[in-house]
C-alpha cells in the first residue's frame, strides 16, 4: 500500500497572471508549491530563455525565485498576505538552465504582526546550494491588503478562504 506523503501542496493555482506562480502568464516561471508545514519548496527547470548569457540562468530570474519562494513561504506559515519589502540574494554557484532545481523558504524570525524576516535557498539535485536569499515581508490581514489596492476584494477572499488566513 502506497504511504501516504509527508507533505501536500499548496493551493496557489488560482487564474493570474504573477510572473512566478501564475498559471496564465505564458512567459512566466509557472511555480508550483508543496509544504511539510515547516518549509515550502518548489521544484523547478528553469527553461532556455531565461539564460544570463549562456547555459548559465540570470541571477535577476534566481532572484525571483528566491523571492516568490520566501514570499509563498511567508503567507502560508504566517496566516498573513504580503508584500516583500527587501531582498539579499548571495549566488554561491552558477545554475545551469534546464536542471531541476529545488526553491525552499521558511521562517527566519517573525519580527512582529507586521514583518516577517524570512530566508530561502536554491539547491541542485544533490542538495548542494547555488543560491542563497534573505528577504523582509510586511505582513497584511485582509482588510489592510484591500485599503492597498494591490488586489480586488474577490482575489483576496479567496486567498482567504483557500490559506484560512
Ligand atoms: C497587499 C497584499 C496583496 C497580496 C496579494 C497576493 C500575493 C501573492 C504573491 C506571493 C508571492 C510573493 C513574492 C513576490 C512578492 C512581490 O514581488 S511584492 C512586490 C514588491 N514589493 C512592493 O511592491 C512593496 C512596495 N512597498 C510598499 O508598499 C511599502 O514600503 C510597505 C511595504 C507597505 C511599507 O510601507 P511603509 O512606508 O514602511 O509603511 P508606513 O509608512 O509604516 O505605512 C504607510 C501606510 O501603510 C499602512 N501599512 C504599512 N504596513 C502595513 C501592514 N503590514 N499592515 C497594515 N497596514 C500597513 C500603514 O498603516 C500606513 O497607513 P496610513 O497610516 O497611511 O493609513
Not at 487564474?15 to 511555480?31: D, I, V, Y
Not at 515550502?40 to 532572484?63: T, Y
Not at 552558477?94 to 504582526?113: F, H, M, N, Q
Amino acid at each position: 500500500m502506497d504511504q501516504p506523503k509527508p507533505y501536500r501542496e499548496l493551493p496557489t493555482r488560482l487564474s493570474h497572471g504573477c510572473f512566478g506562480c501564475g498559471s496564465e502568464n505564458p512567459h512566466g516561471l509557472r511555480m508550483i508549491f508543496h509544504t511539510d508545514e515547516k518549509s515550502v519548496f518548489s521544484e523547478i527547470v528553469i527553461p532556455d530563455h531565461m539564460v544570463g548569457w549562456k547555459n548559465f540562468a540570470h541571477g535577476g530570474i534566481l532572484s525571483t525565485i528566491l523571492d516568490e519562494i520566501m514570499g509563498w513561504s511567508a503567507i502560508y506559515l504566517t496566516k498573513n498576505l504580503v508584500l516583500t519589502k527587501s531582498i539579499a540574494v548571495d549566488f554561491l554557484r552558477p545554475v545551469p538552465v534546464g536542471t531541476t532545481l529545488r526553491a525552499e523558504g521558511r521562517i527566519s524570525k517573525v519580527r512582529s504582526d507586521r514583518e516577517v524576516a524570512m530566508e530561502g535557498f536554491l539547491l541542485n539535485s544533490n542538495g548542494i546550494v547555488h543560491a542563497r536569499g534573505k528577504g523582509v515581508f510586511a505582513l497584511f490581514k485582509i482588510d489592510a491588503a484591500m485599503k492597498f489596492g494591490i488586489a480586488d476584494e474577490k482575489e483576496l477572499r479567496e486567498l482567504e478562504r483557500v490559506f484560512n488566513l
